[in-house]
């Protein structure tokens, strides 16, 4: 094919095309480099709330005191009727007895605490393992609200605060990372077609005697198209330099301020799989910011 | 061969450019188009090879009918057509090689044949010896002899030339015309539009008079 054999004519017109428009083209992959900044810092920090909160997962569990007294009838009929809730992965039932020995078991070696005690005033408990999804979406507290109006439950306890305030923020984040990142990458879109624009007007001459001389569309366009991919990779790949830079002297100076504590408290970068999207999601954009000129300015006066 | 069928040609602001034109040009025929400035000479040529639509009318070149090819067969009847212009239409940030290999280079012939060919061509023309300079530090007879070899180096059937020799003096003229008749018994067809008529009158060729937008009739 015709593309496959000229692609070295079609790689020098592209380097051309920029080393002629070279300002322009500095210009625009530093804007997108910048913008491209923005929505991956999202991206991080989205994929560090994300990390806390698996961590959280598994973890979570609602444990729901049972009313003095309730016979063990009434405890399997709980139980049955927790089992049925779409959000509940199991439930453990702990009796007075197993209480005192877990709390005992938990004050290992201070068991002389204990020992005035004469008579078991813990309570019988249920504990109720939640499933992933409730973290995420932060309803643990709407599910244990709704364990609590269950007959022979007495109270209900979580990690109330902790767990809501993290689903709120991922939440936060994500929708953030949509609206800022829509607009960035329209921005981007703007951008790169404009970029385009002119890179096709400052080689008009060019086009011309191109179509006077039988050039296809594909033919001509085709530089342009490998343009504009380029500034938005080059872009791309300077935003994710730029943060790399960022998240290593964020890592420096944390580790400063804080020293050994930090190093527990992990803070990961982009993986290779979001890095390796990024950079389609890229390309693909430079494709179309370019392919909108091309249309409107190549192909379209014939 | 060129058929034009009762041909208009109105752009979008001002009045008709051309007016039922009906003409036919053989197969390894030499034409002249004249008439006074704005008789819609370049418009007729640029119905051509196809850089304008008509308005209304049917137009047939070398067995094509213009008016109802699809966009994108237009670069490749375009291929069949050379085209020649007073200003050159030259790249000057290229050689001389590269401004007559672009013909080819659309094509996709590979690097080796073009070489060949566009030297071939840069002899016939007399400027084999200037490949690699800049059309800048050509004459403006050379830098017409180059676009010349542009629009032939792959071997056209047709050849068009608006007012080519505009730019040049009478030797340079002869020069030009001298390779279009060259060309045009290779079996090229030429169609040559120019206001000159001392140049027209050297020849005895074949003459088609336009008179705002219309055809003549022969005294
Ligand atoms: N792109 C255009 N848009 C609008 N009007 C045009 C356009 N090109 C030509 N015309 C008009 O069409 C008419 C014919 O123009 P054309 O260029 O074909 O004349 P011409 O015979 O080549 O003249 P000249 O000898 O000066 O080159 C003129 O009235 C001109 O103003
Ligand atoms: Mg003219």
Redesign the pocket.
């Known amino acids: 094919m015709l593309i496959i054999k000229r692609i070295s004519y079609f790689m020098t017109t592209m380097a051309k095309g920029i080393a002629s428009n070279l300002y322009l083209n500095v210009v625009t992959i530093i804007t997108i480099a910048v913008a491209f900044l923005i929505l991956n810092i999202f991206f991080v920090i989205y994929r560090n709330v994300n990390a806390v909160l698996e961590g959280w997962q598994g973890r979570i569990k609602i444990i729901a005191y049972l009313q003095d007294g309730v016979s063990s009838q009434q405890v399997s009929a709980i139980e049955g009727q927790l089992k049925k809730y779409g959000n509940i992965k199991g439930v453990r039932f702990y009796s007075k007895q197993d209480a005192l020995s877990e709390f005992r078991r938990e004050l290992k070696g201070q068991a002389a605490i204990l020992s005035g005690v004469s008579q078991n005033i813990l309570p019988a408990y249920l504990v109720v393992m939640v499933r992933d999804r409730v973290i995420r979406n932060g309803t643990v507290g709407k599910l244990a609200d709704s364990l609590r109006g269950i007959q022979g439950i007495a109270d209900v306890q979580y990690g109330q605060g902790v767990t809501e305030r993290f689903s709120e923020m991922l939440v936060m984040v994500k929708m953030l990372g949509i609206g800022i990142g829509g607009f960035i990458l329209f921005a981007i879109l703007i951008i790169v077609s404009n970029t385009i624009r002119m890179s096709i007007f400052s080689r008009k001459d060019e086009i011309e005697i191109l179509k006077l001389v039988g050039a296809t569309n594909m033919f001509i366009e085709l530089p342009f198209l490998l343009e504009g991919v380029t500034q938005v990779l080059c872009g791309t790949g300077l935003s994710i330099a730029l943060l790399y830079l960022v998240y290593r002297f964020f890592l420096y100076r944390l580790h400063h301020a804080f020293g050994s504590l930090i190093v527990n408290a992990h803070i990961v970068f982009l993986s290779g799989g979001t890095i390796g999207t990024i950079l389609v999601a890229a390309a693909m954009l430079g494709f179309v910011g370019a392919f909108v000129s091309a249309g409107k300015f190549i192909r379209h006066n014939d | 061969m060129i058929q034009l069928f009762h041909v208009y040609k109105h752009?979008l602001?001002?009045s008709a450019?051309l007016e039922d034109i009906s003409l036919q040009v053989e197969k390894g025929e030499f034409a002249f188009i004249t008439?006074p400035?704005?008789?819609?000479?370049?418009?007729l040529l640029k119905l051509m090879f196809l850089a304008e639509m008509p308005t209304k009318g049917q137009i047939i070149i070398n067995g094509y009918n213009i008016t109802r090819l699809k966009r994108s067969a237009v670069p490749f009847l375009r291929r069949n057509i050379g085209v020649v212009f007073q200003d050159f239409k030259l790249l000057y940030d290229r050689t001389v090689f590269d401004n007559v290999a672009l013909s080819l280079s659309v094509i996709g012939m590979p690097k080796k044949e073009i070489k060949k060919k566009v030297w071939e061509m840069l002899k016939l023309v007399g400027l084999q010896h200037k490949l690699n300079f800049s059309p800048l530090r050509l004459s403006g007879g050379e830098q017409q002899r180059v676009s010349i070899a542009r629009a032939l180096v792959n071997e056209p059937a047709i050849l068009l030339a608006d007012?080519p020799t505009g730019n040049l003096d009478q030797d340079l003229t002869l020069d030009v015309m001298k390779l279009f008749e060259d060309v045009n018994i290779k079996g090229t067809t030429v169609v040559v539009a120019t206001?000159d008529k001392s140049l027209i009158s050297r020849y005895s060729r074949r003459v088609i008079t336009?008179e705002h937008g219309r055809i003549m009739e022969k005294q």
């Open positions: 752009y602001k001002g450019a008439g400035s704005g008789a819609g000479k370049s418009t007012e206001h336009l």
